[in-house]
């Protein structure tokens, strides 16, 4: 199973949902004594997430534990650690779990990978790990491929990135690594990162799976769940070559998802059909994804009420609501693309040619001075996390780096 | 006191025919250049042509040749020979350079040389206003006859690749050494997008040296091939989704009939259109389409997409290029993204027939050239890098019998109207008298290698952005790895000297030593 991403979920309800679905899958994992589980990246969301997801993570893999079932995995691009400070390897150095990215020390450059070889099955594991922002191409590109291929035995492989020649619409934005980056020959490629399932088999390479996530990872996964995209873990069979691949679902939680275009439409007409909209359908014990674009023609988008809509839906039992409205604009308060020489140029221009929309006493949000202040605060929102900062501190520093830009004083409660 | 540095002295002649008188011993060659010292000024001038000249009548030396091959007992010694038989070089005025103290003025001469002034051959610091500008690429080095001088050419990136390249070459004369050049100059600047389309599979190096051994391959370059790819190269796959019927249109020549027939199954089938055809599958109103007409359709896809059924009756390819299924949906999107980035990709169409290739090759450039038409309306064409879209045996799409008779397709419709969008084409030919006038006029820049046909030459000379009607002979003595570089964007009709693409990548800096990389 793959890309699990515990802890990725803000709300109480579908917390919940998000263990339990985990648990599930562990539960039938044990029904079925299956030989091993394979977790090819973002376990969790995060190196380090709440104590709840670690405190239900160990109680988890404890279980497997006792029941003899090992568990393979290499970091994500979520949960990694460069100074293995992520709560896989805490799993790791108790015995939960047993990473397989395991490097052999050799001259030259080349990254020399040796295997973790499971002893019920005999199976040779080896794998890479994914890093941030698709920073493990790095690994590929001086991978010393030979030394795998000619590796004998059953041989899989874990990684976690996307392949181009897999590549569908729906991630076509995403920048993925050439297949032939992958060692060629192995009986088994366990994919992560992609989250949704996919099986395919390509010359020299036999099996390339992706499971997808078991619940979510990314807001578009609840979204693509609600279309009838299908959750769970893969089951493989084999002895000295695969026999059988099997997709299990796990489904816990049933969905809908409200469409609208308001391309064109008044705010509050957008407010009346949404309205009328949630009352055609039940929406007990479900999770509703709201999901809104297009310009429209008069009125701001906050003039739609999705507040209301919301507790609607949830006083009638819906387990929760999602909104999604990144993609609506507003013709009368519309962004104006700019010109510029450089990307320096084409920001201040942008702040500048829509600042004038902003209707707000302030004057310093205003004009030049508006624009300088824009401009501070998107250069701190931009930091990213140093290497030896947790998460918490992270938001931390820059949450009082942004309040103090904007002349702001937080009052401290303790 | 003599000057060594002198070669000859400007004896008679006219504007466009100057006669230099050689010195003994110089051995002037054809497309030396020279340099004509004036007060404040210089006139570099090049030797389109050499004859004999003599102060003997040729009749006198006729009778003396008949005398000594005839072996008669006469003595037929010349007196003072190097005073009385002597070599003329016809030369032409390239340049007027006027000097001052910070830079050189350089203008289309519209004097003579002072008569009688002596020439010397053309040396390094004369061509100093042949600097590099920081958006430049290098080509190669001056050639003066068959020396290289240590001159660099450079060409303005920008202009040249957005006002389009034609290489005329007969085989053999370098044309793929000249191209990787190109490509290898193009790869670290961010400037242009490449898109080539390489027929025989010898730019990327997959056999022994080629652009993948460029310190930058890794971040700038990018290989499709069908099969078997080298590791970091892409398989290419082309979703059939992709295809539409206008990327049919003059390429793959199709009766009226043929084209309906295609509307009406794209209409119906969407994106599944290509399988409806091959697969037989009737339309909602079956009697649109006459059954040989499909039959047709499906023998067309067959033989130029390389597309069949198999038992069970699904699509497959044979070249392995286009598929009926999932894969290869985002591959066509990803090489135009790669190109929007600066990038020089390469796709081996060495399995494909020539349509397959022109047709792949016509789905990534209409959509760049769409793209690049939005850019423009959006006012962010300047934030973009130019596109070049590198084509061999150009007449396949621009050529003249292809234009008549059949529909214009994207190559020749960028050959017209890219310029406007920042989109050039970089036409590879043996063969400049079949493209028309009217798009070779548009080809800004020529790089032209050695032709040994006179037609071709002609028409290369025709459509020449400088005077090259001197240059005739001079074409036709190129040797291997040398050039004329005609454009809008040079002074004057510059002869180079290509370097050997092995040397360029010899000749590299080491690439930073790597830290070892630890696995985490």
Known sequence: ?414 | MMNLDVVGQIVAGEFGSILVREKGGKKLELGDLLISREVNASLILQVFDLVYGSQIPRETHELMSGINLEKMPVNTEIFEPELRNYVLAKVRALAYLNKSANSTKVNLPKILPSFFNEIQLVNKEDLDFLSKDEDSFFVGKIRSGSKVLDADVWLPTKDVFSHHVLIPATTGRGKSNLVKTILWNLLPTKKVGALVLDAHDEYYGRHGLGLKDHNEAKDRLVYYTPSNPPAGANVLTINLQSLKPDHFRGIVTLTEPQEQAIRIYFREFKGDWISAVIQERPTQNPKEVAPITLAILKRIFRLTLGLDLDEDGNVISFNQVFDAGTRGQTVADDIVKDIEDGKIVILDTSRLVDEAELIVGNVIASRIFDRYQNYKVRGQLDRKPIVTIVVEEAPRVIGEDVLKNQNSNIYSIIAKEGRKFNIGLTAITQLTSVIPRTILANMNTKIILGNEMVQERQAIIASASQDLSKDDRNIASLDKGEAIISSIFVPFAIPIKIPLFEDLVKNQNEPKRNIKTKVF
């Open chain 1, 1 to 414: 199973m793959s890309d699990c991403h515990l802890g990725y979920q803000k709300q109480e309800s579908l917390q919940k949902i998000e263990l339990n679905v985990f648990e599930t899958a562990v539960s039938e994992c044990i029904k079925r004594k299956i030989d091993f589980i394979l977790i090819p990246g973002d376990l969790f969301h995060g190196n380090i997430p709440e104590m709840r997801v670690q405190k239900f993570a160990f109680k988890q893999f404890r279980r497997l534990y006792e029941s003899r079932i090992p568990v393979y995995v290499v970091y994500g691009s979520h949960d990694f650690s460069p100074i293995s400070n992520s709560v896989i390897d805490l799993l790791t150095e108790v015995g939960y779990l047993i990473k397989v990215s395991k490097q052999k020390d050799a001259p030259g450059n080349k990254i020399v990978l040796e295997f973790v070889q499971d002893p019920k099955t005999k199976a040779k594991i080896f794998g890479l790990p994914g890093l941030s922002a698709g920073k493990e191409l790095e690994y590929y590109e001086k991978l010393d491929r030979k030394s795998l291929e000619k590796e004998e035995g059953f041989k899989i492989f874990l990684f976690h990135s996307g392949i181009n020649e897999l590549k569908t619409k729906a991630v076509a934005e995403s920048d993925f690594m050439p297949i032939s980056l992958l060692p060629k020959g192995f009986d088994y490629y366990a994919g992560g990162h992609v989250h949704n399932y996919s099986l395919q088999e390509y010359k020299d390479y036999k099996k390339i799976a992706y499971p997808g996530t078991i619940f979510a990872g990314y807001h578009s996964d609840l979204e693509d769940s609600a279309k009838g995209t299908k959750r769970g873990f893969i089951l493989v069979e084999f002895d000295t070559k695969i026999r059988k691949v099997e997709f299990v679902p796990i489904e816990k939680v049933q969905y809908k998802i409200i469409e609208y275009n308001a391309n064109g439409k008044k705010s509050t007409s957008v407010n009346l059909d949404l309205l009328s909209e949630i009352k055609r359908f039940d929406p007990e014990d479900k999770i509703i994804i709201i999901k809104t674009w297009g310009e429209l023609i008069s009125g701001k988008t906050t003039e739609i009420d999705f507040t209301k809509i919301s507790e609607e839906l949830k006083e009638k039992g819906a387990i929760e609501v999602l909104i999604n409205r990144n993609s609506l604009s507003s013709k009368e308060y519309s962004i104006t693309p700019a010109s510029g020489k450089n990307k320096e140029e084409i920001e201040i221009n942008v702040f500048k040619e829509n600042i004038g929309q902003i209707k707000i006493g302030k004057k310093k949000l205003q004009g030049t001075l508006g624009v300088k202040l824009a401009k501070s605060l998107l250069h701190e929102l931009r930091q990213s996390q140093l290497v030896n900062e947790n998460k918490i501190e992270y938001q931390n520093r820059i949450e009082q780096n942004a309040f103090k830009i904007l002349g702001i004083e937080i009052e401290n409660d303790s």
